[in-house]
């Protein structure tokens, strides 16, 4: 049974540019967190979402925007990259709604992303 | 692999002996609560969760402690191995949210 996964590992961008990072829930799980970790500090929670639509946001701006797909996968967008993106990106998911422990939230690896 | 915290508290003990890890929160509406463990260049990996209406849980060699009158949860470890050595971090849940937010994370280090 496979975890959460995440791709890319590591991704390269300059200022300005867009990225697009993906995660892949655990077998089970239909919802999907995404968290913005940076160098030193705690996971820093971005948006959540369910049914394929964002359920709850976090603190960050319009740049930082996400899909759910059918199948439960998500997608990370950034545009107009600054600087202080530069983190590791989190994603993370849920069991399903009215599972026992919905609300317990499983980590994938992260994508290292690098802003010069 | 890069350092997951360059700045943290660090906690040093010796190969087998007990671990206590703190974290102080900030909610008094968090009713979730839930430990993790970060090696370096890896996610934070599930190690034990507690509710608001209980006041201790066990796991495998893994003890939490949660004091709600003063907002402080805790982790012990007992007989603690290389293996734990990592960043351990606190996460609250605040009730009828779906966010987590994490503290600030204390480096385990375990010395032969």
């Known amino acids: 049974d496979a975890g959460v996964t995440q791709s890319p590992t590591h991704l390269i961008k300059t200022r300005g540019q867009q990225v697009t990072l993906r995660c892949s829930p655990k077998?089970?799980?239909?919802?999907v967190s995404w968290y913005q970790q940076a160098l030193g500090q705690g996971p820093q929670f971005i948006f959540q979402y369910y049914e394929e639509e964002e359920r709850q946001r976090g603190n960050f701006p319009d740049r930082f925007s996400g899909h759910q797909f059918p199948n439960y996968s998500s997608e990370l967008n950034v545009n107009a990259l600054l600087l202080g993106d530069s983190a590791l990106y989190l994603c993370?998911?849920?069991?399903?709604?009215?599972?026992?422990?919905?609300?317990?939230?499983?980590f994938g690896p992260g994508t290292r992303l690098t802003v010069l | 692999g890069e350092s997951v915290g360059l700045h943290l508290p660090t906690l040093s003990v010796q190969e087998g002996d007990n671990s206590i890890i703190n974290c102080a929160y900030s909610n008094s509406a968090s009713d979730y609560f839930i430990w993790y463990k970060q090696e370096s260049g890896k996610g934070p990996q599930f190690i034990i969760d507690i509710r608001s209406n209980m006041d201790k849980r066990q796991g495998q060699r893994v003890t939490v402690l949660l004091n709600k009158t003063v907002k402080h949860l805790s982790l012990q470890i007992a007989a603690t191995q290389p293996g734990d050595s990592a960043v351990y971090f606190c996460a609250e849940n605040i009730q009828n949210t779906d966010k987590l937010i994490f503290g600030t994370g204390t480096r385990l280090q375990v010395f032969p």
């Open positions: 077998s089970g799980h239909d919802t």
């Open positions: 993370a998911s849920s069991p399903r709604v009215g599972e026992v422990g919905t609300d317990t939230q499983y």
